[in-house]
């Protein structure tokens, strides 16, 4: 029998924390749900001292989730951990995932405590969690450039007041595959009672290493990896689940574990998580992006129609991508349009919500004949913006471009309920669409990134448009779908906008794994 590879997700924790990436309460709850239908082991919910928004997402998320742990981070204080404790109280399986750090230089400069003191904190810290749940996960932060021997010594210390699973991160992504694992190695043959806890790692990917850094550890012990969809992540991201899992599940010669994740759910929880954060899957993108199983050279295609495995190592349909199939059409009733949504983890608040998807839907099927899941998670996100986060609505639209002419925009839009009329001229629609916006809004915002994508295949395809702004210290990111570009790039400018307007601004956490 193979050891069981814990599969531990912090798409909604350090996912979260890449520029413009915070979700709503909603949409966590969506990406959580897809996580537990995935069997994904532990769901890292987020950080519940970090803010109010944040407590409360974990908490419904601990409400919502029944097969999988639910894990909230906090700093080794016993503030963060009393609200870590209080947001998992309902969970079914809960976990209170701690942290401090270990580098001389985090110790000195960010901490400024010395060694002794970090020790006895982290152990304080460890009774504090256990008073809330006996899943207790310790972490020490910047372990990939911290002193050997200081690990051995605080994870004993740990180990002996009772946490359960002991974290390696390399913070920022600066280890090597072969040196990473002989840490590992080194510590668990170090560490006295290393056999009573899983070994973790959560490795970031600053040199393109994470995922390397992650299965090397694997193949030195580790039993838990970290990790996020599509490897979202704080700068160049974390390892990505996708290529943990597959690597594991295609290389079973080689490694000793084995995962209990639906491998068929991959590709539909990318396609989630890109859709509500705004970061698009670059084509070539191990395992999800859209070239995975393309095949343009001939002799490639050659080979791959005579016998599959000459050129693929996975199956395509093994990691869901032939599971996104059309579901329904303009004939389609509102219950197969709610079970639908049942089945993809869409909950909506009330029949009325409900009444206004349904309505949208017959609308898009008028326009496009070929319904997708992906088309249903577009239109169902803006069903999920309440009106008071709709601050400003667009009402109504007419672009004109042509050949030699100056393109220019007139528009209607609401601000807080009373309607404003606006036009501009512009390079081209969109950005006449923008600054016809603008004259009415005067926002101050810099636009950091405009990026359209096709949400699905055939020229009436829904377009998603993802607009990131900035304004003061925060940054972030507005989507908006429609089978017309032009409006849809104006529905994801006004959902920024609604973003900055918006008093939920979340809190970071001061310190992360």
């Known amino acids: 029998m193979k ?12 996912g979260e924390q890449s520029p413009g990436a915070s979700m709503t309460k909603e949409e966590k709850i969506r990406v959580a749900r897809q996580l537990e239908r995935m069997r994904v082991d532990v769901i890292e919910a987020g ?58 230089i985090h110790m000195e400069k960010k ?28 972490s020490a932060e910047d372990a990939g450039r911290s002193e050997l021997d200081f690990l051995c010594r605080i994870f004993e210390a740990v180990i002996k007041a009772g946490a359960t699973t002991i974290n390696v991160p390399d913070t920022v992504g600066y280890n090597l595959p072969s040196q990473f694992a002989e840490t590992i190695k080194q510590l668990i043959s170090r560490v006295p009672n290393a056999d009573k806890v899983v070994w973790s790692v ?36 974390n390892a990505s689940l996708e290529e943990i899992v597959m690597a594991v599940r295609t290389r079973a010669d080689v490694f000793p574990v084995e995962t209990g994740v639906d491998a068929t759910q991959i590709v539909p929880a990318s396609k989630l998580v890109s859709q509500i954060t705004g970061y698009p899957v670059q084509p070539n993108k191990a395992v999800v992006g859209a070239n995975a199983f393309a095949h343009e050279s001939g002799i490639h295609q050659d080979g791959v129609l005579k016998h599959r495995e000459t050129y693929e190592i996975m199956r395509a349909q ?12 303009k004939h389609s009733g509102r219950n197969a349009f709610k079970t639908r949504l049942a089945e993809l983890g869409i909950e909506l608040a009330s029949d009325e919500v409900l009444n206004a998807a349904f309505s949208r839907f017959k609308a898009l099927a008028d ?34 471009s042509e050949t030699g002419e100056t393109p220019e925009a007139s528009l209607t839009l609401t601000i807080g309920g009373v309607e404003h009329k606006a036009g501009a001229v512009g390079g081209g629609p969109v950005d006449a ?29 829904q377009g998603e448009v993802t607009v990131r702004l900035s304004r003061g210290e925060r940054i972030v990111n507005g989507n908006g779908a429609d089978t017309d570009i032009v409006i849809a790039s104006a529905k994801a400018y006004l959902n920024a906008l609604n973003k900055l307007h918006s008093s939920g601004d979340k809190v970071k956490a001061q310190g992360n794994v």
């Open 433 to 461: 669409t923008f600054k016809a916006i603008e004259t009415v809004v005067q926002s101050g915002a810099e636009l950091l990134l405009y990026s359209v994508n096709a949400i699905t295949t055939g020229t009436d395809a």
């Open 47 to 104: 950080f519940a001292a970090a803010s109010p928004g944040d407590f409360d997402a974990i908490h419904a998320i601990a409400e919502a989730i029944k097969e999988s742990t639910v894990c909230s981070l906090a700093r080794a204080n016993e503030n963060d951990i009393v609200r870590a404790g209080e947001a998992i109280r309902p969970a079914k399986i809960g976990r209170i995932h701690t942290f401090i750090a270990t580098s001389p």
């Open 3 to 14: 050891d069981r590879l814990v599969i531990f997700d912090t798409t909604l924790r350090d």
């Open 202 to 237: 959560h490795c970031h990917n600053d040199l393109g290493l994470a995922v390397a850094n992650s299965l090397a550890a694997v193949l030195a012990g580790a039993r838990q990896v970290e990790c996020t969809i599509n490897g979202l992540g704080e700068r160049a991201g």
């Open 111 to 138: 901490l400024r405590m010395t060694p002794d003191q970090v020790v006895e904190q982290a152990v304080k810290s460890i009774g504090w969690a256990r008073s809330y749940t006996d899943n207790v996960e310790f």
């Open 318 to 329: 093994d990691v869901g991508w032939t599971q996104n199939k059309l579901v329904l059409g």
């Open 367 to 400: 326009k496009k004949h070929e319904i997708f899941d992906e088309d249903l998670q577009a239109l169902v996100s803006d069903e999920t913006v309440t009106p008071e986060d709709e601050h400003y609505k667009l009402m109504y639209s007419r672009v004109c």
